[in-house]
DNA sequence: TTTTGAGTTGTTCGA
DNA sequence: GTCGAACAACTCAAA
């Protein structure tokens, strides 16, 4: 078991259910060779693989989880069980690859390791363009992508119908006294309480949002104070449900004729970029840690460590950044809308490094995902794959107005500044006196002042960026 | 083979 | 208040 923690739809279980009777098995890395999961990630990993024991046990076999590296344990195990074989869902980025040939160099006798189809909804290397390299704009990508996953049969992969257990082994480690980064500050118990990491609590959420959410989902989704996205991405990132069940769940509703084909079509779409992020670093293994447009390599990033502080903090003065940075601490998770707005901020209002919010969103996003989050980050700045364009700066406030026009986003997260109403909630700077006063406020004391003006921000950035292309030319 | 048009998510300015 | 233009440069597909 690797990202794909769950029994249902899972094809390496059951390719290793034909074979016989089935050990599952988790490694526990010290140093993995993909990058390690951040501190919320490890946080859902843990209860998500007492889950999955918990679900394995009620069928009568036992999740053996063990420390080592991937090809240390499964070869002792492959030569203590005499394995007729090892299954497991293929990995596309480099380090999983690596992991999968340390296995197969390290497995002495006749075990050999079987890889399966899963985590992508195509095959990465076989996406092309008429040129025979790889797409680099979402759109044309995407037309390509769309063709081959409508052409498939569509059938999610065959569930096993009856597992039998290999349960004959030695000791395994206790998943429930793995270790969890800043457990003690207890920071997840607040993570616990927004969310239920597991197989069971991923179906019903892709239950609930097939029969609630996908009707609206077009008109919500950037409704940031509402319920209005699928909230599955943790479940996928952890592969409680699989790629292909999601997709089929929801493509097959543009038949039924009480939903919208357009609302499936949005929600698809965005599978559709979670696809492409990976395929993207498929192809260019670098774009985690590299600007993908190496002309930005020049580019005169602000060494802004204050600012990074603030913009962590959720203290910016911007109360839609402050609520955004503040729901991500409090609950591991932020609403996509104001990812955008907050990554806008850091990036182009404060010009710091993306790998810096990058960072910070690995180690504190439940659904950090190794390319999502690069190249999604790389995007907002302009650094990425068809990216947003330098003049792109997003105003924090209008954004607000537009999107959160209610306030109920930003009074939830920030609740200090949650008497104002109207256009003094979204820019608490410009409230009348009398108002502040009347709910309590002390600008710069009770509530940040800006860290920066919004429009001298906005033409320093705007500066940079035709620095950078003066240089280019 | 060459040309043309389109392309996730926005903001500001001036008419 | 509304509306269109400007803010680049490049990739890819279709004409």
Not at 61 to 79: D, K, M, N, Q
Not at 101 to 109: D, H, I, Y
Not at 137 to 149: E, G, S, Y
Not at 390 to 403: D, E
């Amino acid at each position: 078991m690797r990202d794909d923690l769950r029994l249902r739809g899972h094809a390496a279980v059951t390719a290793a259910a034909q074979r016989g009777k089935v050990l599952p098995v988790f490694v526990l890395e010290d140093a993995p060779r993909r990058r390690a999961p951040g501190a919320a990630a490890c946080w859902w990993q843990r209860l998500s693989l007492a889950s999955l024991a918990r679900d394995i046990g009620a069928l009568g076999g036992r999740l053996l989880v063990r420390r080592g590296t991937p090809e240390t344990v499964l070869a002792e195990l492959a030569a203590d069980t005499h394995a007729a074989g090892i299954c497991c869902q293929r990995s596309y980025d480099a380090g999983g690859r690596d992991d999968e040939s340390a296995v197969r160099r390290a497995l002495r006798g006749p075990t050999r390791l079987e890889t399966c189809d899963g985590d992508m909804l195509v095959d990465p290397a076989s996406v092309l363009t008429a040129a025979g390299g790889p797409y680099r704009v979402f759109t044309p990508f995407w037309r390509a992508l769309r063709k081959r996953v409508g052409a498939a049969d569509g059938s999610p992969a065959t569930q096993a119908q009856r597992i039998e257990w290999f349960t004959h082994f030695g000791h395994g480690e206790e998943i429930d006294r793995i270790s969890v980064p800043d457990e003690r500050f207890g920071w997840t118990q607040s993570l616990a309480r927004h969310w239920t990491p597991g197989e069971d609590a991923a179906r019903h959420a892709l239950a609930a949002f097939h029969s609630d959410g996908i009707a609206t989902y077009e008109d919500d989704r950037n409704t940031p104070g509402m319920q209005g996205t699928s909230r599955l991405s943790p479940h996928l990132r952890f592969g409680e449900i699989g790629i292909r069940e999601a997709w089929d769940t929801i493509a097959g509703l543009r038949t039924d004729s009480a939903i919208a084909p357009n609302q499936c079509e949005a929600w698809l779409r965005e599978l559709g970029w979670r696809e492409f992020c990976r395929y993207l670093v498929f192809h260019f293994p670098d774009l985690p840690t590299a600007n993908f447009r190496s002309e930005f390599d020049r580019f005169q990033w602000q060494d802004d460590a204050d600012g990074l502080t603030a913009w962590q903090h959720g203290n910016t003065g911007y109360p839609l950044v402050d609520a955004g940075m503040r729901e991500l601490w409090h609950t591991g998770w932020m609403h996509n809308r104001v990812r955008m707005v907050v990554a806008s901020f850091l990036t182009k209002h404060l010009r710091v490094h993306w790998r810096a919010g990058e960072a910070w969103f690995w180690d504190t996003l439940i659904d950090a995902d190794y390319a999502s989050n690069p190249a999604n980050w790389q995007w907002t700045a302009g650094t990425g794959a068809d990216a947003a364009p330098y003049f792109r700066i997003f105003n924090p406030s209008t954004q607000a107005q537009k999107f959160d026009a209610q306030g109920h986003y930003i009074r939830r997260w920030v609740p200090e500044i949650a008497e104002l109403s109207g256009s003094a909630l979204h820019q608490p700077w410009l409230a009348r006196e009398s108002e502040l006063r009347a709910a309590g406020i002390v600008l710069g004391e009770t509530y940040p002042l800006p860290i920066v003006d919004h429009s001298n921000a906005r033409a320093a950035a705007l500066a940079a960026h035709a620095e950078l292309r003066s240089k280019s030319r």
